[in-house]
């Protein structure tokens, strides 16, 4: 598996997380209540609701891309209350992941990745990849499923995997 | 990020997983309750149990490491009740994915990976590990870890993420 198809996963499951907002929206519809309810529910009361689970997400695949592939990360203030606004920010990230290519990700496994929150430590690309962009990333999206799947919402395994590349025998 | 580092983070994550285990134990005990309760605990009724994620993030690691490996898939049926069963499940898996090296996994990326639930149809290595092992993987100890954290489990980042190899400057 190399570094970009790792970015393209990440692309891949927030388009997912963007679809399970259409099912959030038929069932705030359905039930009669305004869908933006859902971006303030969580599952424990010190754990993030579903708005920050999803600026999470985007965080840690725009964080990735941009520390494997050696760019500036664009600056994506947590800003957004809404729905419609968390659609703009998977947009938003979506748009910084395609700006990262596989020829950007040739040799990330060696590159230095020092994030603040490591206090002056670093880690190989390779590491960073493994040991934190894959785990958090799908940490924060699977919590955004949770949260939406605990609160009624009609999601099953496909939505959350969404289309894969099978091939005829 | 080769095929090794994958299967290496399925087993450092179900290590994790059966460290939730033992603060599962210590809420149960400090709340006077039977830990095995939270064995069939949900977060919706029409969503598997904290028993049946764990045993489904076994099988992602145990079919990964055998597919990707080339090796038979060994049988673990799903009869584990209690938390001291889903242990033993773990260690099970982990037991296997020490038999499944570097060298079974040379040329991973090109093998043909038709799961029965394919209906015949396959995916090459790469794409298994990338589209159905790495998110179904953390999807099921993810959902695992949320299960604990709704019921009161003292768990935080941390003791998802475990331990990082990070180097100093």
């Given at each position: 598996?190399?570094?970009?198809?790792?970015?393209?996963?990440?692309?891949k499951?927030l388009q997912?997380v963007?679809?399970?907002?259409?099912?959030?929206?038929?069932?705030?519809?359905a039930?009669?209540?305004?869908?933006?309810?859902?971006?303030?529910?969580?599952?424990?009361p010190d754990?993030?609701?579903?708005a920050?689970?999803?600026?999470s997400?985007?965080?840690q695949?725009?964080?990735a891309?941009?520390?494997?592939?050696?760019?500036?990360p664009?600056?994506?203030?947590?800003?957004?209350?809404?729905?419609?606004?968390?659609?703009?920010?998977?947009?938003?990230?979506?748009?910084?992941?395609?700006?990262?290519?596989?020829?950007?990700?040739?040799?990330?496994?060696?590159?230095?990745?020092?994030?603040?929150?490591?206090?002056?430590?670093?880690?190989r690309?390779?590491?960073?990849?493994?040991h934190?962009?894959?785990?958090?990333?799908?940490?924060h999206?699977?919590?955004a499923?949770?949260?939406?799947?605990?609160?009624?919402v009609d999601?099953?395994?496909?939505?959350?995997?969404?289309s894969?590349?099978?091939?005829?025998?």
């Amino acid at each position: 598996m190399n570094h970009d198809a790792a970015i393209r996963l990440f692309a891949k499951t927030l388009q997912n997380v963007e679809q399970w907002m259409d099912k959030a929206a038929a069932h705030a519809k359905a039930k009669s209540f305004d869908v933006d309810v859902l971006a303030q529910m969580r599952l424990a009361p010190d754990q993030f609701p579903f708005a920050r689970q999803v600026q999470s997400a985007c965080d840690q695949a725009k964080y990735a891309a941009a520390y494997l592939g050696g760019k500036e990360p664009p600056s994506h203030p947590d800003t957004e209350q809404t729905v419609a606004e968390l659609r703009q920010r998977i947009h938003k990230c979506l748009g910084f992941l395609e700006t990262v290519g596989p020829k950007d990700l040739t040799g990330a496994e060696d590159r230095k990745v020092s994030p603040p929150w490591l206090g002056g430590k670093w880690l190989r690309g390779d590491d960073y990849l493994v040991h934190v962009a894959l785990p958090n990333f799908f940490f924060h999206a699977t919590m955004a499923y949770a949260i939406l799947r605990h609160n009624g919402v009609d999601l099953g395994k496909m939505d959350y995997i969404g289309s894969l590349p099978a091939r005829d025998a």
